[in-house]
């Protein structure tokens, strides 16, 4: 399937080192590597479009990046007319069997064809993603009614034997109008950072639940993500259930957090300023 010109979107982001060749002895040796021209890999970019396009059958408006997040993503777009797809660039030089794994995706993003492929390509590829950058985030643990550091020191000594190492703050309050859900809490584990959600620190809330919230994302810190055999990222394993609901707490802040009036209450707190 051939497509036009205007269909490519190529982002030049940062150079992409290629392989380092052997280099001969002596003083002949040449300064290092070549780095493809920006000439070269759009060349590249073009070829794997086109064979990708004619794999998917479809028209795609492609954009290959460095990012160090994001590693697919695909829209369609209405009435049929092909899908807009980024793509990290280590699929530049996929093989055969990965393509195909990649066009069956495209086309159905939500299908299993050929994902255990896919994850296992990229899994292969993991060195080529660029490191992402830290966050600049301040730490903030004093509240206006909880004291994050001290819940998260007396959880380490009596549950954890002090061996959880993670920082600990108070988020920052979503923008946004009228609130549907809330994520009560969260571990990074690449800045091995846990960030309570800031609408529990109000009286009403006990303080047993915001222990066990603490507590939860302790207990990713302290397991850390595991791969199941497929390589999907399972983050409450068995084993982290099994933990967890034997924690002391566990069914008393189940509880609190099951009697729909307590999860109303949070969603209507007005964002403070």
Same mark, same amino acid.
């Given at each position: 399937m051939k497509t036009a010109p205007g269909q490519l979107e190529f982002e030049w982001q940062e150079p992409m080192p290629a392989p380092e060749a052997p280099r001969p002895e002596g003083p002949s040796a040449e300064a290092g590597p070549a780095v493809p021209t920006k000439h070269a890999l759009k060349a590249a970019v073009d070829a794997f479009h086109r064979d990708l396009a004619q794999r998917t059958g479809m028209r795609l408006l492609l954009r290959v990046t460095d990012n160090s997040s994001t590693i697919m993503a695909v829209k369609h777009l209405p009435f049929g007319r092909g899908a807009k797809l980024s793509l990290h660039h280590m699929f530049l030089s996929a093989p055969p069997d990965v393509l195909d794994a990649l066009a069956?995706?495209?086309?159905?993003? !939500?299908?299993?064809? *050929? $994902?255990?492929?896919?994850?296992?390509?990229? @899994?292969?590829? =993991?060195?080529?993603?660029?490191? +992402?950058?830290?966050?600049?985030?301040?730490?903030?643990?004093?509240?206006?009614?909880?004291?994050?550091?001290?819940?998260?020191?007396?959880?380490?000594?009596?549950?954890?034997?002090?061996?959880?190492?993670? !920082?600990?703050?108070? *988020? $920052?309050?979503?923008?946004?109008?009228?609130? @549907?859900?809330? =994520?009560?809490?969260?571990?990074? +584990?690449?800045?091995?950072?846990?960030?309570?959600?800031?609408?529990?620190d109000q009286p009403f809330v006990p303080e047993y639940f915001l222990r066990y919230i603490v507590y939860h994302e302790m207990l990713h810190a302290f397991m850390g993500i595991g791969e199941s055999d497929s390589g999907r990222r399972r983050i409450h394993p068995p084993e982290f259930k099994r933990i967890e609901q034997a924690y002391p707490g566990y069914e008393r802040a189940i509880a609190w957090m099951e009697v729909p009036e307590n999860l109303h209450r949070l969603l209507r707190t007005r964002r403070r300023t």
């Open positions: 069956a995706w495209v086309k159905k993003p !939500r299908g299993k064809q *050929g $994902a255990a492929r896919l994850n296992a390509f990229i @899994r292969e590829r =993991r060195h080529e993603i660029r490191p +992402a950058k830290p966050r600049a985030s301040g730490v903030k643990t004093q509240g206006s009614h909880f004291d994050l550091n001290a819940l998260f020191n007396a959880i380490n000594r009596d549950h954890f034997d002090g061996k959880v190492e993670a !920082r600990i703050t108070w *988020g $920052a309050m979503p923008k946004g109008g009228r609130r @549907r859900s809330i =994520r009560f809490g969260s571990h990074s +584990a690449r800045t091995n950072l846990i960030r309570i959600h800031p609408l529990l």
